[in-house]
């Protein structure tokens, strides 16, 4: 396992429940591990998988029971209610480090070795394993797609758009709703964590810096400007910024090598499917491999590739066709996007569908 992070410490625990032996090897010291500054939207799908974990951190998950979607200047909306899909939330909203804090605890109790400040390069057999038997299978779940990487076949696309993360406080309290909020600027999403808002801004390249170099009061005043009046924003953390692309490796396997995570597939963040996506890798590679007698044989990794086909090019359409649609400014467009939402709120089984798509991926089908 190349990568200590969230992604790589889920897939070590899946295999080791399926009785299958791994060790993780991560570049970083465990500490610096677990002083991730992110914040994760996490689908209930994505909860059901760390339950069935033993990993779950509820007291550090915030709910969320709707789901607001809108375009600025246009008619047409969508909401999505927890209670209308019959499940407990339609996700959950928790700081990084308190996941990877529960993951590293069970890592450790499972007695998995954990080798830090050890980087493996790319194409290289991790080595000094605590076994030193021959590595049936290396799985790399570090770091995001490198383009550089010449081995495979890589689709690359950059959106000409930096994030914007913080949190803000509002004058009324959230109620467990989130909202995803598309402007000619970019999208902005508000979700529910604590007693505040988890803030993703988008925003032009070219703006970033001129963003980023805001005071909390001119930066509260465009975030009052990007997202309306249903809320007033009263205060602001400091700001943290990120460029945005799409990178994705069309197999995920190569020859007794897997890919999982963002280092198979890199999205943008409109609708929160990063993550949620490779949970549900992990938890489909451990499926495939349990009672293989070599993990990591042609057929196996074949077999998991397939079966992860539909839902990672549902998932990487899904959000690149978002971004495409909502970032047009031709009038004919924009009304159909207004009427697109419009229609979606209306026809339940359309939204039942695409909600349902949203939280537990291709196996809502």
């Not at 790589?8 to 677990?34: Q, S």
């Not at 604590?194 to 509260?220: E, N, P, Q, S």
């Not at 890798?281 to 007698?293: F, G, K, M, N, S």
Request: net charge positive; charged share 20%; aromatic share 6%.
């Amino acid at each position: 396992m190349v990568g200590g992070g969230p992604v790589g410490m889920a897939l070590a625990l899946a295999l080791h429940y399926h009785g299958i032996p791994a060790e993780i090897f991560e570049a970083r010291t465990r500490a610096d591990v677990r002083q991730d500054t992110r914040v994760l939207a996490l689908s209930d799908g994505s909860r059901q998988i760390l339950e069935w974990l033993g990993v779950w951190p509820q007291h550090a998950a915030t709910p969320i029971h709707r789901i607001h979607i809108s375009h600025r200047g246009s008619l047409g909306r969508t909401r999505l209610s927890a209670s209308q899909m019959d499940v407990p939330a339609l996700g959950w909203v928790l700081p990084a480090a308190r996941l990877i804090t529960t993951l590293d605890a069970a890592v450790s109790a499972a007695g998995i070795v954990y080798h830090e400040q050890q980087k493996v390069g790319a194409g290289k057999t991790p080595t000094n394993t605590s076994s030193q038997t021959k590595v049936a299978l290396t799985a790399w779940a570090e770091g995001a797609v490198n383009t550089a990487d010449a081995t495979t076949n890589i689709t690359a696309h950059d959106y000409a758009q930096h994030a914007v993360l913080c949190q803000a406080h509002t004058a009324q309290p959230h109620n467990h709703m989130a909202w995803e909020r598309f402007t000619d600027e970019g999208p902005v999403a508000l979700l529910p964590l604590g007693k505040a808002y988890a803030i993703v801004l988008t925003c032009a390249a070219v703006d970033v810096a001129r963003i980023a170099a805001l005071t909390d009061a001119d930066f509260l005043a465009l975030l009052q400007q990007r997202f309306g009046t249903r809320h007033r924003f009263i205060s602001v953390t400091p700001r943290e910024t990120f460029a945005l692309d799409l990178r994705y490796r069309q197999q995920p396997v190569g020859e007794r090598e897997v890919w999982l995570g963002n280092a198979a597939q890199t999205l943008h963040p409109v609708a929160g499917q990063g993550f949620n996506l490779a949970l549900r890798d992990v938890w489909e590679l451990a499926r495939t491999l349990h009672h293989a007698p070599d993990p990591g044989s042609p057929d196996r990794l074949a077999a998991y590739a397939k079966s992860r086909q539909l839902d990672r090019r549902g998932a990487i359409g899904f959000t690149h066709a978002l971004i495409n649609i909502f970032a047009s400014t031709l009038p004919p467009v924009r009304h159909a996007r207004g009427a697109g939402l419009l229609a979606l709120d209306l026809l339940s089984p359309l939204k039942n569908f695409v909600a349902r798509r949203m939280i537990f991926g291709a196996r809502a089908w």
